[in-house]
């Protein structure tokens, strides 16, 4: 096999928990700093964070020198960022605000060659190949390449069952806070209607037999949510982290 194995994928497959954090910085001095550090994963922010593909693309060499799997963001449900991301190396896709079955069948064309997807075929002057050094690449890809979708709005919340039964899609990330919003509690994460719908969806992504996810600060919503089967569980974000302790350091000095 010339493509490397996603073992982040297989060990959520296998009903590991992986615990990851998000990369918002765009650094990847950051990214190398925090693979270091014994996270399972590291997703590089392409919603939420000043990303681009020539910042996504030191990060990804970063992380590849570290014993953590790399995951990238797209900044919508698109089917050109899903191509760019995979062929700039990244082999988890985290896509947002997926509401329906349809869209989380399209993003799971998006992530296959054909005749299963519609993939482009860019990969011999790809970094994903090795820049065409892995004359298997387009044969291998698609049983290492990962689709995680999110579901964070009330239209998701009704669609659970078909977009997590979609073809393609490897696992259900669930949006605390989009979520809460949509739902009528806006930074309200935690609110017992929103946290009811957390737990109803993670039931639902299980019975597909898919792998769910997560995001929460909360140490102890993190272990609640890992003793529920959830697979992939973010635990905090470079800036956060980064704030919390420029603030203790300082405070500590008044």
């Not at 096999?1 to 928990?17: D, F, R, Y």
């Not at 393609?168 to 509690?185: E, K």
């Not at 769910?212 to 956060?240: E, H, K, N, P």
């Amino acid at each position: 096999m010339n493509v490397p194995e996603n073992g982040l994928k297989a060990a959520m497959l296998a009903g590991e928990t992986q615990y990851g954090i998000w990369l918002n910085t765009g650094s990847h001095v950051v990214a190398e700093l925090a693979g270091h550090s014994g996270f399972d994963w590291c997703l590089i922010d392409g919603e939420h964070g000043p990303q681009t593909l020539s910042d996504m693309v030191p990060q990804l060499q970063a992380l590849a020198t570290t014993p953590t799997h790399a995951v990238v963001r797209v900044a919508d449900a698109q089917p050109w960022m899903i191509k760019q991301v995979l062929d700039i190396g990244a082999q988890t896709v985290l896509v947002p605000m997926v509401d329906t079955g349809e869209q989380a069948t399209e993003m799971g064309r998006a992530m296959r060659y054909p005749p299963h997807g519609m993939r482009g075929m860019g990969a011999s002057i790809a970094r994903a190949s090795n820049y065409g050094n892995m004359p298997n690449y387009v044969r291998e890809a698609d049983a290492q390449v990962c689709l995680l979708v999110q579901a964070e709005s009330a239209a998701a919340l009704a669609n659970i069952d078909a977009i997590a039964g979609a073809e393609g899609v490897d696992g259900v990330f669930i949006g605390p806070a989009d979520l809460s919003a949509d739902m009528g509690y806006p930074g309200e994460a935690d609110h017992p209607d929103v946290l009811a719908a957390i737990d109803h969806m993670i039931d639902r992504i299980h019975a597909a037999g898919k792998i769910s996810g997560i995001l929460t600060f909360a140490t102890d919503r993190s272990r609640y949510y890992a003793d529920r089967g959830v697979g992939f569980v973010g635990i905090g974000a470079d800036i956060a982290i980064f704030g919390r302790a420029l603030k203790a350091t300082m405070d500590a000095l008044r």
